[in-house]
Structure formats: structure tokens, C-alpha cells
């Protein structure tokens, strides 16, 4: 494929991208009021590549929002249940023997994760044991049972709910899963005048159906075009600095991180920060990354790769506030 081949090929998926968005929101009204930011949020992972965790109390759409993407982008979908009792096995698949003309041979059968979307429905609602199982397939599209690998389809992402912590039978992500998610993004509950809408519809009889709108090779186009996004370097170096002033005890790391967090975010912060800009600026219908991409994606990009110390559970210091005050702190790129 010649220069001038490759760019009318990326011009048309940026034009894809451009005019999906919109698409997208108007597929989605049908099923889903409200939680326009909410689902730019995870359209923007989607588009990137990455995997997306919402978190949110229990009722507020959150699957039937993961279900309905998962339609409108024609992809396998599988929602495994979360549980205490939910084994690793039960996830990735598991060897039985079986009789063939050769006599009794081990064969690996594909558990649910061999899919494009999986929706991992609260996920912490089962033991971090369990929650190990998704690591390898969330980081290298694969599967390992009996020293063999299985490749995961593509595109593959993996949807997690999960119901805040401080809720019965509930168990903390462990920091190593935490990472593996691009976005953290929370769902609150609606206002009054959306939530009226919601109940009328659905105490009527009926509803529309979702439209197909694209499929997995447009989605892995998507995926190529996002990584071609430019972006400035000062853009880029900015990214580092957020992610950098929120590791406590660091040269350049602000008094109040070295006072309120335990522990910051990893080098994935800055690469998903700046890959979810890439995404947004083509969300946005430019072809390059501003300033405004990167500090609107910082909170969910952040508050699920920071944690806490004591002192500032002590005075009631959220990890939203930290956020803000190292967005404050840090020095803006005149770009």
C-alpha cells in the first residue's frame, strides 16, 4: 500500500470515528438515559484498546450499558457472574478427558472468557484468587492451562462492574488487577428528571432494538488509527509529571502526596493517559492531542492507581481531591 493509500485509509477512520460517536449516542438512547460522560468514557477505552472497570451501587444500568456496546459493536459477548465460590477454572476453561479413536485423550475446553467482550459483572464480589484468573488474558490476550497457551480473539476487552467496597461480601481488587484497567469510571445515580423518564419505560410494554453498527475488524481499524494520533511532546512529558507527582517520597513528589498516599501510580498511568487522549482528540474530531484531552482523562485514569494512607482516610481526603490538587500543582505546557 503506497503513502497516499495509507493516509485516505486513516482519513476514513478518523471520518468512521468522527461520525460513530454520534451514532453510537443515538443507538444507545434507546436502551440507556443519561451517563453521556460515563459513555464517552468507555467508548474512549473501547477505541484505545483498553479495559474499563465501572464502579457503581447496584441498579444503575451498568450491565445492560456494557451488553448494549457489545451489540452495537457486533462483537462475541460472554457476562461471567462474579460469586465467592466462582473458581479460575470456571473462567479461563479447564482440561477433561474425553474418548477418541486413540483412546482417552485431555482436551482443553474454552471457558467464557474466549469471547470479544467479557463482562466481568461485580467483580469483586469473589476472592482475589479468582479475580488472578483474568491477569494474563487482560494483559497478553491469552490463556495458559497445562503449559499451553490459547490466544484470545480479537479484539478483546474485558468490562468490569464492580459495587463500592464499603458494601457487604465485597473484596478489594488487588493492585496488580487494579493496573490492568485503562479507566476506572464512576456511575452515580441519575437526576430526578431522567430517572422519571427511565421508570416510564420501563413499566411500558416494548422497546427498540439496538442496531449493529459496526464490526471487529472496524473495531481493530480503530485501534491502528488511535496509535497514529501526534501528539506534542511537551503534551507527553506533562502526562509523566502527573503520573510521577503522585508517587510519595520522590524528589519532585508535592508535600500533600507525601502526607495523604501510600502508594502512586505505575509507568501504565502515563501510557494510558496519553493513549485515552489520542482516542478523545478523534472523539472530539480533531486529529491531535490538546491540552484539555489530557486533563479530562487524569481522574479516571488515576483514582483507581493511587492509593490512600491513613492520615488522609483520617481526614476525610478522598482520592478525587488528591487528584485535583496534583492536576493544581503540576505546570501546564504552553502548547
Not at 457487604?168 to 488487588?174: A, F, H, I, K, M
Not at 497514529?228 to 507527553?236: H, S
Not at 502526562?239 to 501510580?265: I, K, M, Q
Not at 491540552?291 to 482516610?313: F, N
Amino acid at each position: 500500500m503506497t503513502n497516499s493509500e495509507t493516509f485516505e485509509a486513516d482519513r476514513q477512520a478518523v471520518e468512521l470515528i468522527r461520525e460513530g460517536r454520534d451514532r453510537i449516542h443515538a443507538e444507545l438512547d434507546k436502551v440507556i438515559v443519561g451517563q453521556k460522560e460515563v459513555i464517552n468514557q468507555l467508548l474512549i477505552s473501547l477505541f484505545a484498546g483498553g479495559n474499563c472497570l465501572l464502579t457503581g451501587a447496584p441498579g444503575l444500568a451498568k450491565t445492560l450499558l456494557v451488553r448494549s456496546i457489545a451489540e452495537i459493536f457486533d462483537l462475541q459477548f460472554n457476562r461471567i457472574q462474579f460469586t465467592p465460590d466462582l473458581m479460575p477454572a470456571d473462567i479461563t476453561g479447564t482440561e477433561i478427558l474425553e474418548d477418541t479413536l486413540e483412546g482417552r485423550k485431555l482436551q482443553f475446553v474454552h471457558g467464557p472468557i474466549f469471547a470479544n467482550v467479557i463482562l466481568a459483572d461485580e467483580i469483586n464480589r469473589t476472592p482475589p484468587k479468582t479475580q488472578a484468573a483474568l491477569l494474563e488474558a487482560m494483559q497478553e490476550h491469552q490463556v495458559t492451562a497445562a503449559g499451553k497457551r490459547y490466544k484470545l480473539p480479537e479484539p478483546f476487552f474485558v468490562l468490569a462492574t464492580q459495587n463500592p467496597i464499603e458494601m457487604e461480601g465485597t473484596y478489594p481488587l488487588p493492585e496488580a488487577q487494579l493496573d490492568r484497567f485503562m479507566f476506572n469510571v464512576h456511575m452515580d445515580y441519575l437526576p430526578i428528571a431522567d430517572e422519571v423518564e427511565v421508570v416510564q419505560r420501563t413499566t411500558s410494554s416494548g422497546g427498540e432494538k439496538i442496531g449493529k453498527l459496526f464490526t471487529a475488524e472496524d473495531v481493530l481499524k480503530f485501534h491502528s488509527t488511535v496509535r497514529k494520533v501526534p501528539v506534542a511532546k511537551e503534551l507527553v512529558q506533562y502526562a509523566v509529571e502527573l503520573v510521577d507527582a503522585s508517587r510519595p517520597n520522590r524528589e519532585s513528589t508535592p508535600g500533600f502526596v507525601n502526607d495523604w498516599v501510600n502508594w502512586g501510580a505505575g509507568i501504565r498511568g502515563a501510557q494510558n493517559l496519553v493513549l485515552g487522549a489520542k482516542a478523545r482528540a478523534l472523539f472530539e474530531g480533531r486529529s491531535h492531542v490538546n491540552l484539555d484531552d489530557i486533563q479530562s482523562l487524569v481522574l479516571p485514569t488515576l483514582r483507581h492507581r493511587i492509593l490512600p494512607g491513613y492520615r488522609a482516610q483520617a481526614e476525610n481526603i478522598s482520592v478525587e481531591m488528591i487528584i485535583d490538587r496534583i492536576v493544581e500543582s503540576v505546570s501546564r505546557p504552553n502548547v
